[in-house]
């Protein structure tokens, strides 16, 4: 027991010194919600906030855990977490001898639910919000004591925040453009079966910036090639404006690639035979409603360089071209692997601010990146690891191009 209130008191100093050294709100709760994590050993947890200036509802404001909760929310009273902060009482559900409520059931399809612990998130000045556990990652449940120091937690956490700290506006998404639900995706070599993806469950909303991160192997590459067509999950469904692509012919990919995604690749693969023009303009033949070539390249500012061939421009020229090839297909979502990888600080930041153009715009981007610094840009950032979702973090105040330094 003593070493056990050890670990509590020192967790409780790792909440309270993330909190206080952190230079805004979201880093607080972002990184107190993470040293939580980490003692309790939580497979997911949630941060639901109670917007009171806008719907009245309770909106997830960061999350860790294999789900997505970007469109979710819960009224006052409704299902677990709108019944703990109404009541301002936790409740801990530590073993399901009896089914989940339908609404906390939605909040994690695909996920098996063995354990729940849900707690307020509130301090002297003002009820803030829920915070919500699920599983356990040893695969046990929640103890008594174990639910004791959660909620114990979840009140310093509060508390630490301090006076007057207002959280920013929700975001608000557009339409689903695709829906991954239980993608996994294996490869065979021999005898021997690598799982790559291992249960991803995804939105990709209209006008969004999204950012998928994790370490070489976690399989965010993967999972762009799936999204793009370029590749076919295992298992699982995916559905792009509502239409099941799941299991389509080559053909059917080949057409869906052409007419609905444009690509930026970190090699640029350009055709080195043909200029700038003639690059844009060999693609701008394969749909049916592009946009004028010269535009898209007036667009990421090469009108003087549409004559030049691959070889005579810089690597930055050379990705802007990239994009603008991307954008002459006049796509609905654009995919972007590792798209500043090859170039120094400065012709990046010319790129991502090509890029940043482009989503405000209106048109959807994904962008696969190993670059910390970037995910600064998105409007949600999705963290992976071992084939998994690992934290899904939305950015309330998206970071312009100009403003990122690494």
Same mark, same amino acid.
Request: hydrophobic share 40%; proline share 3%; glycine share 8%.
């Given at each position: 027991?003593?070493?056990?209130?050890?670990?509590?008191?020192?967790?409780?100093?790792?909440v309270?010194?993330?909190?206080?050294n952190?230079?805004?709100?979201?880093?607080?709760?972002?990184?107190?919600?993470k040293?939580?994590?980490?003692?309790?050993?939580?497979?997911?947890?949630?941060?639901?906030?109670?917007?009171?200036?806008?719907?009245?509802?309770?909106?997830?404001?960061?999350?860790?855990?294999?789900?997505?909760l970007?469109?979710?929310?819960?009224?006052m009273?409704?299902?677990t &977490?709108?019944?703990?902060?109404?009541?301002?009482?936790?409740?801990? *559900? =530590? $073993?399901?001898?009896?089914?989940? /409520?339908?609404? @906390?059931?939605?909040?994690?399809?695909?996920?098996e639910?063995t354990?729940?612990?849900?707690?307020?998130?509130?301090?002297?000045?003002?009820?803030?919000?829920?915070?919500?556990?699920?599983?356990?990652?040893?695969?046990?449940?929640?103890t008594?004591?174990?639910?004791?120091?959660m909620?114990?937690?979840?009140?310093?956490?509060?508390?630490?925040?301090?006076?007057?700290?207002?959280?920013?506006?929700?975001?608000?998404?557009?339409?689903?453009?695709?829906?991954?639900?239980?993608?996994?995706?294996?490869?065979?070599?021999?005898?021997?079966?690598?799982?790559?993806?291992?249960?991803?469950?995804?939105?990709?909303y209209?006008?969004?910036?999204? &950012?998928?991160?994790?370490?070489?192997?976690?399989g965010?590459?993967? *999972? =762009? $090639?799936?999204?793009?067509?370029? /590749?076919?999950? @295992?298992?699982?469904?995916?559905?792009?404006?509502?239409?099941?692509?799941?299991?389509?012919?080559?053909?059917?990919?080949?057409?869906?690639?052409?007419?609905?995604?444009?690509?930026?690749?970190?090699?640029?693969?350009?055709?080195?035979?043909?200029?700038?023009?003639?690059?844009?303009?060999?693609?701008?033949?394969?749909?049916?409603?592009?946009?004028?070539?010269?535009?898209?390249?007036?667009?990421?500012?090469?009108s003087?360089?549409?004559?030049?061939?691959?070889?005579?421009?810089?690597?930055g020229?050379?990705?802007?071209v990239?994009?603008?090839?991307?954008?002459?297909?006049?796509?609905?979502?654009?995919?972007?692997?590792?798209?500043?990888?090859?170039?120094?600080?400065?012709?990046?930041?010319?790129?991502?601010?090509?890029?940043?153009?482009?989503?405000r715009?209106?048109? @959807?981007?994904?962008?696969?990146?190993?670059?910390?610094?970037?995910?600064?840009?998105?409007?949600?950032?999705?963290?992976?690891?071992?084939?998994?979702?690992?934290?899904?973090?939305?950015?309330?105040?998206?970071?312009?191009?100009?403003?990122?330094?690494?």
């Open positions: 027991m003593e070493s056990s209130m050890f670990g509590y008191f020192k967790t409780i100093g790792e309270q010194g993330v909190i206080s952190a230079t805004t709100l979201d880093e607080a709760l972002q990184g107190g919600l040293a939580i994590v980490e003692h309790v050993g939580a497979e997911s947890a949630v941060i639901w906030y109670i917007d009171k200036a806008g719907d009245g509802k309770l909106h997830p404001y960061f999350w860790i855990g294999p789900i997505d970007t469109s979710r929310s819960h009224e009273g409704n299902g &977490v709108g019944r703990v902060y109404l009541s301002q009482k936790a409740e801990r *559900l =530590l $073993n399901f001898r009896t089914e989940l /409520d339908e609404e @906390t059931a939605a909040d994690f399809a695909g996920m639910v354990s729940m612990v849900c707690v307020p998130f509130s301090n002297q000045f003002e009820d803030l919000g829920v915070i919500q556990f699920v599983n356990k990652t040893d695969g046990g449940q929640f008594e004591e174990g639910a004791d120091v909620e114990i937690m979840a009140m310093m956490a509060a508390i630490a925040l301090g006076e007057n700290e207002a959280l920013a506006e929700p975001w608000q998404p557009g339409e689903i453009v695709m829906s991954l639900r239980d993608i996994t995706r294996e490869f065979q070599n021999g005898d021997i079966v690598t799982k790559v993806l291992k249960g991803v469950n995804l939105d990709v209209e006008g969004e910036f999204l &950012v998928l991160l994790g370490e070489s192997g976690c965010k590459s993967t *999972l =762009l $090639n799936i999204i793009g067509g370029m /590749d076919q999950a @295992t298992s699982g469904s995916f559905t792009y404006l509502g239409r099941d692509i799941s299991r389509a012919t080559q053909t059917e990919l080949t057409d869906f690639r052409r007419d609905n995604v444009g690509f930026i690749f970190q090699s640029y693969n350009l055709m080195p035979n043909l200029t700038a023009l003639q690059n844009l303009k060999l693609i701008a033949e394969l749909v049916n409603d592009p946009m004028d070539a010269d535009k898209a390249l007036e667009v990421v500012g090469l003087e360089r549409k004559q030049n061939y691959p070889s005579q421009m810089s690597g020229q050379q990705q802007r990239s994009i603008a090839r991307a954008l002459v297909k006049n796509p609905r979502i654009i995919l972007a692997d590792e798209p500043t990888a090859a170039l120094d600080y400065a012709t990046s930041i010319e790129v991502l601010q090509v890029m940043e153009e482009v989503v715009g209106g048109t @959807t981007m994904v962008m696969v990146t190993h670059n910390e610094e970037i995910t600064r840009m998105a409007d949600r950032v999705v963290r992976m690891r071992d084939g998994r979702m690992h934290e899904v973090t939305v950015n309330r105040h998206p970071a312009h191009a100009t403003d990122l330094v690494w």
